[in-house]
């Protein structure tokens, strides 16, 4: 957590609580996004487009591209710059439409 | 500025303008085609691509609706691979809750047959075959397998430089403000903010917005616009959903003349993978308001219909507004009113579908050629008979704006 403007803002946060992406321990704030929590431990991509398998991550970051989806907790297609991580949240890397697996 | 001579100006640069500039130039004219906005920036880019010959009884729309199916076809074909519009022959499944609606939609396919459709009744079995994830328990359906689909947007985007590389103009983010007339009241050209385009013919390819560049001309024609929505799910796998699928009572809402909401979707699958679930009707006017009781009506239908969309995403929506004329068929071909001025619009729901045709019709009015079909039903004038007042006495139906006033023609 080397950069966050939680000083700028004089941000007093509770407790920090973990989740996993992809079996890897991450922490994140309380109310932290997903797409937050990730940049924070330096991961850039958790998805790869359906069509050629391209890496993704954020682009517009407030919820309106669709490029930042992940799957959390098995569901696919969240959108991380809005989704908050819950403690114990299982993200993973999403594949494809997400679906693909469950067809 | 002095432009080439042209045969005609054509006004819309949305799927149908484009299918007139297309097979005008094919025929050897010269046109330019104008339009306000960008391509497919109207009620193309708003629609869903549907080809559909299911949805229509017997009668003019249905003979122009199986000729752009050909037509269709061999659009996709002969234009460029690198100008995919998505065509996919994907056919039709029109589903029958109960033994009610099974038998209307027997006798409303038994017509259509008679017609040239092409229509064949599947048993719930063979229903689960054709759309594995559909429902059960429904009395049965209807195969229609002429019904396809293109991408709208890319479809006018193609058809457009098609007829640019046989010469035609194209002018986008340029308003016709002005209807040119000659001393005897024919058409000479039309004006933008950019100068004068003289030409014979102008051709009115301004679908919901018709009845504004009529009156530009100094007649009338009464299209008014019918919204809708459409609901876009999250990216799903190829293959979940393999026709258009709907429910019959579809069928009633398109032939309505109701202002009140309307629904009953319409699902499909693209191949870019979202599933789209459409679509309302309603008149109010020009509103884009988001109405959250047409959504949830739109994907309460479709998870009963696929309860397997009850755990999928809606990610977006848009909406659009049909251009309806009151007697439901388009206004396609010279208006003997204002010699020059043809109309191809009013198409409603149905414009990706019917714009070939529309294309030729108005195409052999152009050059003087037998029609590829009767025209005679689509005839602008049609309305006059009635009173001035009668189709604008809704006020929510009327026309965003007044009508420009007769100051501003030439």
């Known amino acids: 957590m080397s950069q966050t403007p939680l000083g700028l803002v004089r941000a007093a946060p509770a407790a920090p609580y973990t989740f996993t992406f992809d079996g890897r321990i991450l922490t994140a704030l309380p109310g932290q996004t997903l797409a937050a929590a990730l940049w924070a431990a330096g991961i850039m991509s958790w998805r790869t487009t359906r069509g050629g398998g391209a890496p993704r991550g954020v682009f517009c970051g407030i919820g309106v591209c669709h490029d930042c989806l992940a799957t959390v907790n098995g569901r696919p297609n969240q959108r991380a710059c809005l989704v908050a991580v819950q403690p114990g949240d299982v993200v993973t890397v999403q594949e494809g439409t997400g679906h693909d697996a469950t067809r | 500025m002095s432009a080439p001579s042209l045969d005609a100006v054509i006004v819309g640069a949305g799927v149908v303008g484009a299918a007139c500039a297309y097979y005008a130039t094919r025929a050897g004219l010269s046109v330019a085609v104008v339009d306000r906005g960008p391509v497919a920036g109207g009620t193309t880019g708003a629609g869903e691509g549907n080809l559909l010959v299911s949805d229509k009884e017997p009668g003019p729309e249905l003979e122009l609706a199986l000729l752009s199916t050909r037509l269709w076809r061999e659009l996709a074909a ?19 809750p109960d033994e009610t609606a099974l038998t209307a939609l027997r006798a409303f396919a038994a017509g259509q047959c008679a017609a040239g459709v092409e229509a064949r009744e599947v048993d719930e079995h063979e229903l689960a075959h054709l759309e594995p994830e ?11 397998p002429q019904d396809a689909q293109v991408q709208p947007a890319r479809a006018a985007a193609a058809l457009l430089r098609a007829a640019r590389s046989r010469g035609a103009l194209v002018r986008l983010g340029e308003e016709v403000t002005a209807v040119l007339t000659g001393p005897h009241g024919a058409v000479r050209g039309v004006r933008t903010p950019r100068g004068e385009l003289h030409a014979p013919a102008v051709v009115n390819a301004t679908g919901t917005w018709g009845g504004r560049l009529a009156a530009l001309a100094g007649t009338r024609l009464p299209v008014l616009p019918r919204r809708g929505f459409v609901l876009v799910t999250e990216p799903l796998p190829p293959g979940l959903i ?5 429910a019959a009572d579809y069928i009633a809402d398109v032939a309505s003349d109701s202002a009140a909401l309307q629904s009953s979707a319409v699902v499909e699958g693209t191949p870019a993978g979202p599933v789209l679930i459409g679509a309302t009707r309603e008149r109010v006017g020009f ?7 047409a959504l949830r009506r739109l994907a309460g239908q479709a998870t009963a219909l696929f309860p397997r969309l009850a755990d999928v995403h809606a990610i977006r929506t848009y909406c659009g507004f049909r251009p309806y004329l009151p007697d439901h068929l388009p206004a396609i071909g010279p208006d003997p009113r204002v010699p020059g001025l043809h109309h191809a619009c009013g198409h409603e729901g149905a414009g ?9 019709l108005v195409t052999a009015a152009l050059t003087g050629d037998e029609p590829p079909v009767g025209a005679w039903p689509f005839r602008p004038e049609r309305f006059d008979s009635r009173g001035p007042a009668d189709d604008f006495s809704d006020p929510f139906d009327r026309p965003d704006g007044p009508p420009p006033s007769p100051g501003a023609r030439t």
């Open chain 2, 242 to 246: 393999r026709h258009k699928v709907y």
């Open chain 2, 134 to 144: 559909l429902t059960k328990g429904l009395a049965g359906g209807f195969h229609y």
């Open chain 2, 78 to 96: 002969a234009l460029p691979p690198e100008d995919a519009v998505e065509y996919e022959p994907k056919g039709g499944l029109v589903l029958a």
């Open chain 2, 352 to 360: 990706i579908g019917l714009a070939p045709a529309t294309g030729l």
């Open chain 2, 287 to 293: 509103d884009r308001t988001l109405s959250t009781e």
